[in-house]
């Protein structure tokens, strides 16, 4: 990785708008003393360098070697201090902490009245927009002043702020659970990918409910409702409970369409929640809702009313971009699934810093995989060996060796014999490290190392053999994981009926139910 990656500060300064950069430049110029300082003149270097180059800005020996960590540590905290002050950052939840620091230093001046009105105010904000975390703080700050300024209503204020805390602080204490939970499963999941065994699921299932809390559902909030959902939806993908997934994911975003108001107010949640909604209709094969769903996405995230964010706009870019190239799979529309690649692949580097390594590697699998469906195999083995060759990805396990075999998979199709004995040997031993070798992947390397001694004329009865081999494990509670990362089922298919992938899937896709229901309810409209 390159050392401009790793700035810090100059990721700082070239994440900065054409309108912050000139709020910085008011912000700073407010005093005439900072008009020639040395942390103007690094932000100059860096807003106008392409790369971080720390032996240009010492050459100027306007700033020596001694004063640059300084210099650099004094520019990144008056950018911070910068964008706090500027009217597009001013959401919700800073404007609720900026009249608790109001009410902080009214209470050090003895203004003690003054305080609690402005902390008055900022509570009924926090209560209406569900920020309990937020609320806990005034509700504590209130007690100090309330301690100190002794009122004729103070046993009815005594009983009220004691009341407010307890019920808060237990509300904390539930979403703090739930959320370590969520986060622990997510962990788990990143990490090995779903369930392999029976052994597995027990220690998953034992794991979740030690950790799960007491609930009393009648009382929880939006807050405590969607760390919930979040935590039955992750427990749900790791033991390959699709359906449970699309129950859950399906409350979580009806909150948000239901209050439409929390969409500007928790964005990442909105965007979190339609991803894993559509990623349980992707697995359960319902095109018709995940188009509706998509689409409805698509439209909201366009609209002008919303004032998104960069970290909004990263993971929107994610999302719909992943879930638009999913759409494909579904129905094996593989060569209009392919026309995205280009467009997606040409905004990479603008999201580079945004969005993190395993994501980039998910879009590679996904392209690879458009790819093989399309029948072009030796794109797909370029995008596969982006992955394979990625020393550094520690995470999801299960996507490293899906790769691998879909390497072995794509090279057998391309006609490149040369490499299919080495590639044969590394892939059985890396499956064989990371625990993977699997009944569905023990057939496949077999079925493969033994299609060199097998004749042309026997060719189409050995594909019909690991097919019906294959197909046994197809509604396998453990082995049938496999197929959630390579549709193994429909390739041997087309070899057999001598067709393409796509075709295959797109007949399975219009005998489908969905299809059926969906072109069932057109005819009649």
Not at 69 to 87: C, E, F, M, T, W
Not at 421 to 427: H, V
Request: glycine fraction near 4%.
């Amino acid at each position: 990785m390159s050392l401009d990656q790793k700035d810090n500060l100059f990721l700082l300064v070239k994440s900065l708008t054409k309108s912050e950069k000139r709020q910085f430049k008011l912000y700073v110029g407010r005093l005439g003393v900072n008009s020639d300082s040395k942390f103007l003149y690094l932000f100059g270097k860096l807003d106008k360098a392409k790369t971080y180059d720390e032996q240009s800005i010492l050459k100027s020996k306007l700033i020596s070697k001694q004063q640059l960590a300084n210099v650099k540590a004094h520019l990144y905290k008056q950018i911070l201090i910068s964008l706090r002050l500027s009217p597009s950052h001013q959401d919700m939840r800073l404007q609720i902490r900026e009249q608790l620091d109001f009410a902080t230093i009214l209470y050090h001046k003895g203004l003690y009245t003054q305080g609690l009105k402005v902390l008055g105010k900022a509570k009924e904000i926090a209560f209406s927009n569900e920020e309990k975390n937020l609320a806990f703080e005034i509700v504590e700050m209130e007690k100090i002043i309330e301690s100190q300024y002794i009122t004729r209503s103070i046993t009815s204020r005594v009983d009220e702020l004691t009341q407010q805390a307890e019920k808060l602080s237990d509300d904390n204490k539930l979403v703090s659970k739930l959320s370590n939970l969520s986060l622990q499963l997510y962990g788990i999941f990143l990490k090995t990918g779903y369930v392999k065994n029976e052994e597995e699921s027990q220690w998953i299932t034992q794991y979740f409910n030690e950790r799960f809390p007491a609930i009393d559902y009648r009382q929880l909030g939006l807050r405590e409702r969607i760390w919930l959902y979040k935590v039955k939806l992750w427990y749900g993908f790791l033991l390959q409970d699709f359906l449970s997934c699309y129950r859950y994911a399906y409350k979580w975003v009806d909150l948000f369409y239901t209050t439409p108001k929390l969409i500007n107010l928790h964005p990442v949640f909105y965007l979190k929640g339609n991803n894993y909604l559509l990623e349980t209709l992707l697995l359960i094969r319902r095109k018709s809702q995940f188009d509706t769903i998509l689409d409805r996405l698509k439209m909201t995230m366009a609209e002008s009313q919303y004032n998104w964010d960069d970290n909004v706009k990263a993971l929107s870019f994610l999302y719909l971009n992943l879930n638009s190239i999913n759409r494909h799979f579904i129905d094996g529309t593989f060569n209009e699934g392919m026309l995205l690649i280009p467009e997606i692949e040409s905004k990479f580097s603008e999201f580079s810093n945004r969005i993190d390594e395993h994501h980039f590697m998910t879009f590679y699998y996904k392209f690879a995989s458009l790819n093989f469906g399309a029948g072009n195999n030796k794109a797909c083995i370029t995008y596969l060996d982006k992955i394979i060759s990625n020393k550094s990805l520690k995470l999801r396990e299960d996507l490293l060796c899906f790769a691998r075999v879909l390497n072995l998979v794509a090279h057998y199709e391309a006609g490149d014999d040369y490499h299919i004995e080495s590639l044969l040997k590394s892939t059985y031993k890396f499956l064989i490290k990371m625990n993977e070798l699997h009944a569905v992947q023990r057939e496949m390397i077999k079925f493969i190392k033994g299609l060199q001694d097998i004749y042309p004329q026997d060719l189409k009865k050995a594909f019909t053999s690991l097919h019906a081999t294959l197909k046994t494990f197809e509604n396998h509670p453990y082995e049938r994981r496999a197929f959630l990362y390579l549709d193994i089922i429909s390739w041997l298919e087309s070899k057999i009926y001598n067709t393409s992938i796509q075709e295959v899937i797109k007949a399975k896709y219009l005998e489908s139910s969905d299809y059926l229901k969906t072109h069932q309810s057109k005819k009649k409209s």
